[in-house]
């Protein structure tokens, strides 16, 4: 078939060359394509295929002919569909789209391979620019193949132009700047030249000043030395008038202090002393409602007996006489046992309400809803409320016992939401205290934290120190868990001052535990009589750093001294409970 095909196209092509040349131009070759497909392709298309094609454009040899009439095939083809695709475009009928149209036409024909450049060479090439367009002036584009050496040279063409904009554009810059430069030198030599001038001027000036103001310092000397004098007394009086205002202050809001931590001491003892009159009150009551429930228990217990007899009784007897009574007995005994269970129940409640415990609470419930019985005295609501309040309060006393702020600030939160403010406020009033002083703390941990080391290092360089400081240190150092007599000797206490890292002075303070004082009140009285002899505005005016110390101490002594009380409480409530 291929031979018969090569032989037919080897005939048309002699018929056409009747020149014996061996070559075809453009009219030729589209007269061999008109004999095989009717209509042809234009002229146009035939010289883009020969383009394609051919390896001279102008003529075609014997042996591309078939080559060049499968391209010309190809366009045939497409021209057909793109004819109808270009009349969908021309809605109104007149064979031409618009130039976005043709752009819209090309591109979706072409797609990434769309040549921008091309398509501007055609539009400015054209004698009317803006008219529409005929599909004969679009045709072979849409045919072509973009070939990558177009797509090359298009991006070649495309760089030219940046590289092009960019050197312009550097250039301009490069002018601007030299301008911008050449005005700001002629700037600035003008400025000179203007503060030569000005200098000048104003060293004439300055000649002319100097001898009058020689004549006047004297003067002014005189009397400034005068007026620093006087300022200088008067800021010593102030600042001496300031401290004493401040230590008045100090010593009324300490005074207040103490006044109220009294007031709220004996507010509280007030208050565990009507709530321990009303523990014995209640357990009075208990105590008479404990006989109740001991006789129901006692009750149905013989009710019980009275009942497995009538059972019992009933298993020997034949006639039906006897039987009816043993069986009345019975129901009389389980009648009557029922009674006392119920009453036994109730009792147990009311004692468990009276005496407040969580353990005879809970099964006291548990007993009631068990036996299913009526609540007309609205006794289990009360004991549940109870039991809210004693699990409210064990969790307060167990963050007391945490002493950290977070958990601390939750178990009061929690207390003001459940509504147990009023019937907790002993508790309440001892967590509000422990919270402000576990701040306070915060504070002065904060305070220790912050302390620059300059300020520690004034206190090591002492040789021989004021006693208020080496007092102050000394407490501070058996707090720490150091011997007295390691401190007498201010030199031991400057190599303590003086150690870092683990054994750092301000780490081991930040990382102190109160409690470990507490376990040793011995050594907290003594701190606090080497503290308490001095008072803190005292240790402020002879050293900052001593006095961040102090503020340290007497709330690790006082802090260990609450918790000291707080432990004979807590033991007190254990024994309650």
């Known amino acids: 078939m291929a031979t018969s ?25 589209q007269a061999v394509h008109d004999t095989i497909r009717m209509g042809g392709v234009s002229l146009p298309q035939v010289k883009a295929a020969m383009l394609y094609v051919c390896s001279d454009p102008n003529v075609c040899e014997d042996w591309e002919l078939i080559d060049l009439l499968k391209e010309m095939d190809r366009r045939y083809f497409l021209i057909q569909d793109f004819r109808w695709e270009f009349s ?36 400015n090439s054209r004698p009317a620019p803006g008219a529409k ?75 002319k000043r100097h001898k009058a103001e020689q004549e006047m310092k004297q003067v002014e000397a005189a009397a400034k030395a005068a007026e620093e004098e006087a300022e200088r007394a008067r800021l010593e ?59 129901a228990a006692e009750e149905e217990a013989r009710a019980e007996k009275l009942a497995s007899e009538a059972r019992e009784q009933l298993k020997r007897v034949q006639d039906a006489k006897s039987k009816k009574e043993l069986e009345e007995k019975e129901a009389e005994a389980l009648k009557l046992k029922k009674e006392m269970k119920e009453k036994r129940i109730r009792s147990n409640l009311k004692v468990a309400i009276k005496k407040r415990k969580k353990t005879p609470l809970k099964t006291g419930v548990d007993d009631f809803k068990k036996a299913k019985l009526e609540d007309h005295d609205g006794d289990v609501p009360t004991a549940e409320r109870l039991l809210k309040q004693i ?43 422990l919270l402000l002083r576990l701040r306070r703390l915060e504070r002065i941990r904060a305070e220790i934290l912050e302390l620059k080391q300059s300020t520690v290092a004034e206190i090591r360089s002492y040789s021989n ?53 507490a376990n040793n009140m011995d050594i907290a009285k003594k701190a606090k009589e080497k503290m308490m002899a001095f008072e803190l505005d005292d240790v402020r005016d002879v050293s900052a750093g001593a006095a961040t110390f102090y503020l340290w101490g007497s709330n690790m002594i006082e802090e260990a001294e609450m918790m000291e009380q707080q432990k004979k409480r807590d033991s007190e409530r254990k024994d309650d409970d």
């Open 465 to 517: 120190p004021p006693p208020i400081v080496h007092s102050v240190m000394i407490a501070t150092f058996l707090i720490l868990g150091h011997l007295e007599k390691e401190t007498k000797e201010w030199k031991k206490v400057q190599a303590l001052v003086g150690k870092t890292g683990k054994d750092g002075l301000k780490r081991r303070c930040l990382a102190y535990d109160p409690q470990t004082l």
């Open 5 to 29: 095909q090569s032989e037919a196209v080897k005939k048309l092509f002699s018929l056409v060359d009747e020149g014996m040349t061996g070559e075809l131009n453009a009219d030729q070759v």
């Open 237 to 295: 009086a102030e600042e001496k008038k300031r401290r004493e205002e401040e230590r008045e202050r100090r010593r009324k809001e300490k005074e207040d202090d103490d006044r109220r931590k009294i007031e709220e001491e004996e507010r509280l003892e007030k208050l565990r002393k009507e709530a321990e009159e009303k523990r014995l009150k209640a357990e009075e009551e208990a105590k008479n409602i404990e006989a109740v429930a001991q006789n």
């Open 391 to 433: 699990s409210t309060r064990d969790r307060l006393r167990d963050a007391m016992s945490l002493r950290q702020i977070k958990p601390l600030e939750e178990a009061i939160n929690s207390v003001k939401k459940s509504g147990f403010e009023t019937e907790l406020q002993p508790e309440m009033i001892e967590a509000n205290n």
């Open 88 to 123: 969908m475009l021309d809605v109104d009928r007149t064979d031409t789209i618009t130039e976005d149209q043709a752009r819209w036409f090309l591109q979706a024909v072409h797609g990434q391979h769309f040549s921008h450049r091309k398509w501007n060479s055609f539009i």
């Open 133 to 207: 367009i005929s599909f004969a002036e679009i045709e072979v584009e849409l045919c072509n193949i973009p070939s990558y050496a177009d797509v090359l040279e298009e991006e070649e063409e495309e760089t030219r132009k940046k590289e092009e904009a960019e050197r312009k554009k550097r250039l301009a810059q490069e002018e601007r700047k030299r301008m911008k430069e050449k005005l700001e030198e002629d700037r600035l030599r003008l400025l000179e030249e203007q503060k030569m001038r000005e200098e000048e001027k104003l060293r004439q000036e300055e000649e």
